[in-house]
């Protein structure tokens, strides 16, 4: 069964009184250790269908449904509830809290969710992603791939069923970049996460275990493999 669920999922936007169709008509279902990367060009729709398909935004019609709940049926409360709980977010500039510590970093949506020993499950997730030892230095003090992983710790914290990616490689080298691969590779595997990444490399969606082809707000091809 689907975890993630997007059902004719339309997004339009207003920009200077004129309609702009960031998603049209748009189905797709991702399952429970799957990997999916979405290609194309910028501007196609990649970005926004993740954000709808994390609930940071709502389709203007369809349905998108995380382990069977409509997202859009949930008051803010709920949909801040899910974000917390069933999802994690990994972006192309680490969107890391300068002033925190790694340790800190990775904490944070631990303790804005209430849940009780964030320092402990923060340090196991730092363990996971190959930075124990770094837990006091502050992001200025990191590589860049180093400071993805962080991201992806702090991603991982809660454990959430769905991941989303957008370009996690974008900034870093090729090697550097290819470890990250690796590590969204091994948690997929490892911890039945369905993860959906919006990419430009060749390299990373050769990994995935889904290709979607977008252009233009559609999906033009759906490769499995």
Same mark, same amino acid.
């Given at each position: 069964? =689907?975890?993630?669920?997007?059902?004719?999922?339309?997004?339009?936007?207003?920009?200077?009184?004129?309609?702009?169709?960031?998603?049209?008509?748009?189905?797709?279902?991702? =399952?429970? +250790?799957?990997?999916?990367?979405?290609?194309?060009?910028?501007?196609?729709?990649?970005?926004? /269908? &993740? #954000? /709808?398909? +994390?609930?940071?935004?709502?389709?203007?019609?369809?349905?998108? &449904?995380?382990?069977?709940?409509?997202?859009?049926?949930?008051?803010? %409360?709920? @949909?801040?509830? *899910?974000?917390?709980?069933?999802?994690?977010?990994?972006? @192309?500039?680490?969107?890391?809290? #300068?002033?925190?510590?790694?340790?800190?970093?990775?904490?944070?949506? /631990?303790?804005?969710? +209430?849940?009780?020993?964030?320092?402990?499950?923060?340090?196991?997730?730092?363990?996971?992603?190959?930075?124990?030892?770094?837990? %006091?230095?502050?992001? #200025? @003090?990191?590589?860049?791939?180093?400071?993805?992983?962080?991201?992806? =710790?702090? %991603? &991982?914290?809660?454990?959430?069923?769905?991941? *989303?990616?957008?370009?996690?490689?974008?900034?870093?080298?090729?090697?550097? +970049?290819?470890?990250?691969?690796?590590?969204?590779?091994?948690? $997929?595997?490892?911890?039945?996460?369905? $993860?959906?990444?919006? $990419?430009?490399?060749?390299?990373?969606?050769? &990994?995935?275990?889904?290709?979607?082809?977008?252009?233009?707000?559609?999906?033009?091809?759906?490769?499995?493999?």
């Amino acid at each position: 069964m =689907a975890i993630l669920s997007l059902q004719s999922v339309s997004k339009e936007y207003k920009s200077d009184g004129q309609s702009v169709h960031a998603l049209d008509g748009v189905t797709l279902d991702v =399952a429970e +250790g799957e990997f999916v990367a979405l290609v194309g060009r910028s501007g196609c729709g990649k970005s926004t /269908l &993740l #954000h /709808l398909a +994390g609930a940071m935004d709502f389709p203007t019609s369809g349905t998108v &449904l995380i382990e069977g709940q409509t997202t859009s049926d949930l008051d803010d %409360a709920r @949909q801040t509830q *899910l974000r917390r709980t069933k999802v994690g977010f990994v972006f @192309q500039s680490f969107q890391l809290l #300068h002033t925190l510590t790694v340790q800190e970093n990775v904490e944070l949506p /631990l303790l804005l969710a +209430g849940k009780p020993g964030a320092r402990e499950t923060a340090l196991e997730r730092l363990r996971w992603v190959e930075l124990d030892g770094l837990e %006091a230095r502050y992001p #200025h @003090q990191l590589s860049g791939g180093q400071m993805q992983r962080v991201a992806i =710790a702090r %991603a &991982l914290a809660h454990s959430p069923r769905i991941l *989303l990616a957008d370009e996690p490689t974008g900034n870093l080298d090729t090697t550097t +970049g290819g470890v990250i691969l690796n590590l969204l590779l091994r948690l $997929t595997r490892e911890q039945n996460t369905a $993860t959906l990444m919006a $990419t430009h490399s060749v390299e990373a969606a050769s &990994l995935c275990d889904t290709l979607v082809r977008m252009r233009d707000g559609r999906i033009e091809e759906v490769t499995r493999r």
